[in-house]
Structure formats: C-alpha cells, structure tokens
C-alpha cells in the first residue's frame, strides 16, 4: 500500500473561504525516479500510474471536479477557465466560477495562487523564471474584475535562493525589465549568481499593487523527501498546485 497522501495547504489570510493547495511527492503510485505521487504525463513515468495518481489525489482532496490540466512551456499566456481544453497550452489559468479547479505543475519553478478579499475570483500561475521575468504575473493580474489592492497571493514551493544558480542572461532579463531586481541577485562569480525567485515574484506582485502575499518559505531542491526537483534530479516527477472557489 503507498502511503498517504499529503499536500500543503495556503497559509494565507483566505484559508477558509477558498481551497487552495499543493501536493507534495508522497502517497502515489509512481517508481523512481518519479517517486512517488507524479501527476505529469510528459515526463517518462508509466502513463496508467500517473492516471491513478491524478485520480487518488482528486478522491482525496474530494475536488468537485477534475484539474483543468495545461500544457505548459514558460510562456506568458493566461487564460480563462471557460476556454479551456485538453492539451491547451498556457501557464496561468484564471475563473470566476465556483468549482473549476485551477491548475499548475511544477518542480522548482514558482506555483503563485491568487485569490481576491471576496473569494470570487482565483488564479493559478505557473512562474518559471522565465515567465516571471515576461510578465505572467502582470498578465494574470490584470483578469482580476477587483483591483490588485485587493487580490492577495500565495507562493507555493519552488528552488530556494541558496540552489538557484543562474547565469548572467537571467540576471539582465530581469534587469532590464526593473533595475530593483537586482537586489534579488547575489553573485558568485563574474558570470553568475543565485537569484531568489521568491523575491522576485514578491517585486512584481508589489510593484502590480498586490501587498497582501503569504508563502515563500520552501525549498524544492533542499527537501528531497518533500518534492521533487528537476534542478537536483534531472529526470524527475511533477507536483500539483490547485484554487478553486468552493460552492457554498
């Protein structure tokens, strides 16, 4: 028997009033290296174990209805809930309708949940550096009927400022865009640098108007026992983070 399942709840102001959650590698199906709740089919585990690893995780958090999965490629493209359809790609998902579960995978990019004070809208961004450094988040923001003032955020599980290493390409992405994201970086050497993407998400949400945020404490590649990481492992498993709005 596989052991339970567990997942991390938001730990923000909202918890309550909307589901929002990431799982975590434990109480799936799946071998190693994809050991052991993999929920992505596009890495190299056995398709029939991820299925029933997606279908154990939605018995177990009772969802009132299946993830709209995306096909993610780090782009900036968000959508709403009501165009989705299978395989459709984006890496942020928007709704405002109650029980459509909002869905992104990750394994050491940023998951960023937003919800607004009311609970009647919801987002789930998937924030790679590279997306982050585009504009996802502003993107994303601006569905959102409320203003950001009143929108807060949660920022799930990603690599932590001590293990992501990057090159002097990602330093000048973000540089050029916002000269303060430098304080995110700290140098290495002459041609690199660990970046804090944690820091950088909490910039743009700040600078976009959003002051509520909660989250940010983890580290995907420290916690091997925890979550998987493509930065540590290469060949590798996918999580899950999900927010949707509850039926009353």
Known sequence: MPE????????????????????TRKGGLSHSP???LNIAFHVDDETELVQQNRQRLI??????????????THSTIVIDAKDWQDGIEADAIYTNQVDQVCAVMTADCLPVLLCNR?????????????????????????????????????????????????????????????????????STDDKHFLAD???????????????QISGGQYCTVSDRERFFSFRRDGETGRMVSLIWIPSK
């Open 4 to 23: 339970p399942i567990s997942c991390i709840q938001a730990n923000w102001p909202l918890a309550g009033s909307v589901s929002a959650i990431t799982s």
């Open 34 to 36: 994809y050991d052991s």
């Open 59 to 72: 018995t177990h958090l009772s969802l009132p209805t299946p993830p709209l999965w995306l096909n993610q």
């Open 118 to 186: 009311s609970c009647t809208e919801v987002a789930a961004i998937h924030a790679g550096w590279r997306g982050l450094a585009d504009g996802i988040i502003e993107k994303t923001v601006r569905c959102f009927t409320d203003p950001p003032e009143e929108i807060f955020a949660w920022l799930g599980p990603a690599i932590g400022p001590e293990k992501f290493e990057v090159g002097q390409d990602v330093f000048d992405h973000f540089y050029a865009h916002d000269h303060q994201a430098s304080s995110a970086f700290t």
């Open 197 to 211: 993407i944690y820091a950088l998400a909490k910039q743009r949400l700040i600078t976009v108007g959003i002051q």
